[in-house]
């Protein structure tokens, strides 16, 4: 018995006790530098700030060229560094998150033509998607913050209200 249980476990594949977290926060920081190459930053800090533009033009305000410009510089200046900081340390998330075989191939596919395309395309994804989101939360909300609270506070939420 003891030697079919040892065999059984011989058997299953450990590719996680196999490796070291040094060995997959090694492959991860490549992936991460290799990413950082390709990703357009600018691009996504700027998609932080177009909402921002739209609702002043909604509430009828016309900004100037050189205020956009000054918009745009303050949020390069304050979310450069700190975004480019926390990929960097995503590093060590993904050791702690995914085998050497996942990370591997992450960062293999993002050395190919096609992975730095993507790459360079998510700032445009996230634009894309972030009116959507943005309305679907904000719809949401009215109906969501009152059950939140009422669980803070120990209470009973109140019934969801029915919602077109």
Do not use: C, H, W
């Not at 040892?6 to 990413?35: F, G, I, M, Q, W």
């Amino acid at each position: 018995m003891k030697s079919l249980l040892l065999a059984a476990l011989l058997a299953l594949p450990l590719p996680a006790l196999a490796e070291t977290r040094e060995e997959r926060l090694a492959v991860a920081a490549e992936y991460v530098e290799l990413a950082l190459q390709g990703f357009d930053m600018n691009a996504l800090i700027e998609t932080m700030y177009q909402p921002i533009l739209q609702q002043v033009a909604a509430g009828g305000q016309t900004l100037g060229e050189e205020q956009i410009g000054k918009i745009r510089q303050l949020y390069l200046d304050t979310f450069t560094e700190p975004m480019t900081r926390l990929m960097r340390d995503q590093a060590g998330i993904m050791a702690d998150m995914f085998t050497l075989a996942e990370i591997t191939a992450l960062r293999d596919f993002y050395a190919t033509p096609e992975g730095r395309s993507v790459m360079a395309k998510l700032p445009q994804l996230t634009a894309a998607q972030q009116p959507g989101m943005m309305k679907l939360i904000n719809e949401k909300m009215d109906g969501l913050m009152p059950q939140v609270l009422a669980i803070v506070n120990g209470e009973a939420p109140p019934a969801p209200t029915a919602q077109p």
